[in-house]
């Protein structure tokens, strides 16, 4: 019979950011109940958190060694079933491999982790375990993305030309690190974030949903990445020229300097026939543009819709959901899958979310985008001098 | 000691529409657990309902009575504290004063019920009950109404002299009561709906919003109402003009017929020194145009907040919130304000939310708009023949 | 063979404001050329102003009746065709004869003149003389515009059920006449302006939209009017309940002190299949809303366009057209049709402009306006106390 | 005394598209007599386009060399004063040339030529003439365009750190050179339009836009330029890194296959205090975003505009301006600077216009681009392997 999922928390405590979002995705659903919590690694303050969060003292844990051995000593009607991860990058490789080294499934933030090699071993060990594993690229859950990914695979738009995926947001253009701001401080260290500042933060966001929507794969990349702050050691601020595996053309940036950019996530995708246009600030409506009839505004409200939209959906046209909704359907996507399991039924391939080889596809764009961005001689052409 | 309210559930089992949007509002901030329900009339549909929702059988009753009696005499550590009525306007005021009656607080859907009388019998219960008691008018959950709300009460944009607001739907534009469509067929049945069609399901939000935005109270209207499809009973398209409190001027309209449109609420204010627009299906910006200077576009990211609107916000700037945040916004008030009562603490005056009193006013509203839009003689002037 | 038309101007001196609108509009199209005026009743004003525009000053004249006499004894090669008015409304009514008398063309600024009585006694003459008699109801120029009432003249949207058009302007929202303002101090005075002031001024634009998008007539109407300005004697914001001749009903407004708001008439019509919905402020798109498909948003870009549309748009798609094409489109239907006669052809029916019929009308909704909104007794309905 | 400028023509006959646009721009003011033209290079089509305009015939000349020899034969109280070329790129050199040897002042249509050398001697002549020389990049006669600029001379947004300049078309996402459509075939072929498709047709006004907008120069590119059309010899869609001469990074793209867009021209620049936003498509509204402080939307209604954006604006806020005003802008600019010479009177500087020097930088920007754009080998970086 179905039953709710539990799930365990690593991170999230007292103060954080990340990990009060992925709770109200959890819960939006009912199908999850939260069950325990290595809040944080001050074994009090997990505690006083995990109290916020009427848990009992016993399941609050001291750090997530100890949460994931201890779950996975109680009886099966009681432990956890999966394990969300919402610590900053450099801390989710640990959880991860743990958890999956003691059969929980997970749910990790974004990006995977710090480095390729350790992505790998994490798409391994997933591979081998046959567990649930699912990484946060939140975006690809809005009802339009998914109907502007099938029209595209179903050859709405004609072959694809052009992408067109931006990121700007504004928040890094002062030099936030150096005050006592959380975000902002592991954000831009290196040994917390990974090679890459802006581009690891967003910029994977952007190349995730260019490459969910139009189902093809960057080839070649060209980039040029900078930071802006004096003293700050990664990229805020980064502009790349896209080839596709089909012949496409695109640019991709992501900066944290755009002075007044909120999360302004928008993609651009022209195919022979017509083209969309989304936005996550305005993420209910897809503009779709076409070559030869006026310009389509779709909407859940009315008109072809396919499946895997409405099923992403969960309220009337005309009354907006937002990023909540979005991570929810991530959540409900892998917990739906984890109760078809449990179960023995089929899995609704509609209800798809981001997987660990998504998460190892934009450590290798940050790789790339790195290795790029960093060699100067030869690519750049001068102006002729005024 | 702050504890999770237990809830029970008047309606919204299978096939209810409403009862889901309730029920993810109540759950999207870990405060409430749904313990009980009498979802349906029929109580094996009442039980499969409960089941879905993870629930024990015996807690999933046949009808709200005898829920409400049955829950009355669990011991205080598990009864529910709270009722949410969600079934269509004609079986509000049962359940709402069962409820009263046994010590229950109530989240009723609006409008509060079918007639004026019955709202005032409902108004003086809650007040010799002392018990919390909310209307879900859930527009003014969202933070931009906070914002609009409060700049005006500090005198912002000067006397307020003008009020437009419009609610067009276009879902009614056929005679979908005549199919087998279950909100089409209450919905113009004046057994279930009450006196008024649009103007009751949708107009009163128009009124609340108008009332609550701009502080004001609508002193006289002359109305016109109309239904579009032979055989609908009540009204599916109406306008009224509106004089305010202060003298003020201005136009409501509520409108089930305009074709195309899908939940366009929008209300404009304009005073002395400027003006608010904001709309339901952008809900995230709020635009505020002065008179003598620029156009301002207000958000949740930057800029002088209220800290009424920043409590009601929970993500960061630029990840839009929805209609779900807001009808979450009612729910979660509802629920500091009983979990302050248990602990003995004062409530934040700024978790406000729609009383029993809003649910009267919408009544008066409906009762004067009626019987406003059924004179006809005269009001109106021939113009001049062509 | 085919000519520029010849064309004097009463009123647009140095100083005057909507006169250089219509210079512009006249000569945009290269097919007007302006020969003589009386721009103003100093006649050394007059001949000043005339040398800014490199008249001679023997063609620039002291008065209006000094103007026509003279002209109309010039050789035919050289006297004017036409004559443009754009004087305050009380000082439409004497040129617009007198040069009708002497058998010129008029193109006249709106409203058509003061009383009623006035504008049939200029629609008498109009017949009686044939000639060609334009009243600048400008906004019925734009493309899109002739593309929504070509959509509804063909039944696109079924039946009409509901118009909503409103014109907000804030520019009054001050005393401004109580300053040497010259545009704020004749509109609202009764003996230069008429009867009405807002609904006079851009209330008769909305009214004649309406009528002119949907091909239906206003037959009754509720009204409200209302100065906000200690000492205005003419309403500066008014609503108007609207019966159309088909059974239709809508809303009305116009206003001078919303605050913030610029020229924004906006205008939407729904019938029983979908909508339309059209702002003046983004003119260049069309947007309609079906019953039962996606939205669309109509351009002059691509899809497909009535020849009334594409006749009256001039640069390519994406390239905004404005206000002064608008303007431009009435001038240069009116001279086609002049053109058309002298050279004994055809006039194409789709290069229509707003008549005398259309100012007669919308003197007549000027009459109906006031006198609904004199009246107070009977329509309004108190709301219940607080 | 100020006079009006007489002006002559070369190319813009019947069925030529950017010729009747030059003619509407330079009409619009009142202030430009057309004079003469060399419409097409078949004498007898020169005559008939040249009747359209009711030019007298013997001023109708059969090709621009003719035209340029009667013309400074005249009086001088008779003769041309302004020479408008709008053929096709190939044949910008030679009328520009003469026109310059024989005296007259020039209005180029863009890019100015097609090599970079030719450019440059243009340049030099009009160095050694005194003439004036006027390209036309209409976009900064944009009233919001002269805002932006303004706002970021003074310093408004701090020091600039990134630019984003997009100008995506879709008409060329099919083979229409393969058709007889005229536009599209001298446009794509190398020797009518130069070494550069999309990038010179359009990547120059974005080139030019980004430099006038910021007062900085592009310092280094690196692009991709792709042609998606089998067969089509010039670029149809490029994207271009920029790094800009403070330091500033940032995007250009130029594409003319983005299937479904118009003439979508956008600019954002960011600087450390806020940004601006600016679309071609709806030019009346510039967006300002700050750090700190709400989003503006800056129009011509109110607030504090720069002088250079009232000098630039002719009707009242609210009624909207478009491309031809822009256009017309640049002539009128021109036109003051000729009749002040005329008059010997000092030029108002806030009345600038793209002069020779833009229409050399914009070679040179050709030049770059397609030198960048060549070469492959070593600027990209592979994507690993799936």
């Not at 959380?182 to 802006?198: M, N, V």
């Not at 601020?237 to 053309?249: C, K, W």
């Amino acid at each position: 019979m179905k039953r709710k999922i539990r799930m365990g928390m690593v991170g999230g405590g007292r103060g954080a950011f990340i990990g009060a979002i992925h709770r109200m995705a959890a819960a939006l659903d009912g199908q999850i109940e939260l069950v325990c919590g290595a809040f944080s690694s001050d074994p009090d303050r997990s505690k006083a958190s995990g109290a916020d969060l009427f848990l009992p003292p016993e399941r609050c844990y001291g750090d997530y060694e100890e949460m994931i051995l201890a779950e996975a000593n109680l009886p099966a009607d009681k432990k956890m079933d999966l394990v969300s991860i919402v610590t900053p990058n450099h801390m989710h490789f640990g959880p991860a491999m743990v958890a999956l080294e003691s059969g929980f499934h997970v749910i990790c933030d974004k990006p995977l982790c710090t480095t390729l090699d350790a992505a790998r071993q994490l798409q391994s060990k997933v591979r081998s375990s046959g567990l649930v594993f699912a990484v946060t690229h939140a975006y690809t859950g809005y009802p339009m993305v998914k109907q502007a990914r099938m029209m595209i695979a179903n050859g709405e738009l004609g072959k694809i030309r052009r992408i067109v995926v931006e990121y700007p947001q504004g928040w890094l253009s002062t030099a936030l690190e150096q005050t006592d701001q959380k975000q902002a401080s592991w954000r831009t260290d290196p040994a917390k974030s990974g090679a890459a500042g802006a581009m690891g933060d967003i910029g994977t966001h952007a190349e995730n949903l260019a490459e969910y929507v139009t189902g093809l794969y960057i080839d070649e990349i060209c980039a040029d990445l900078h930071s802006h702050i004096p003293g700050r050691l990664l990229d805020d601020d980064g502009s790349v020229l896209l080839r596709m595996n089909n012949g496409a053309r695109g640019v991709l940036y992501a900066s944290q300097i755009s002075a007044g950019e909120e999360n302004n996530l928008r993609i651009r995708v022209y195919g022979e026939k017509g083209s969309i246009d989304w936005s996550q600030m305005e993420p209910n409506s897809l503009i779709v543009r076409w070559l030869d009839k006026s310009m389509e505004v779709i909407r859940t409200g009315v008109g072809n819709l396919y499946p895997q939209t409405q099923k992403h959906t969960r309220v009337p046209a005309g009354h907006p959901e937002g990023y909540l909704e979005a991570f929810a359907n991530i959540y409900r996507n892998v917990v739906y899958t984890i109760q078809a399991r449990i179960e023995g039924l089929d899995v609704d391939p509609d209800l798809d979310f981001p997987t660990v080889d998504d998460g190892v596809r934009g450590m290798e764009f940050i790789d790339a985008v790195v290795r790029s961005g960093k060699q100067d001689e030869v690519k750049w052409f001068k102006m002729s001098s005024q």
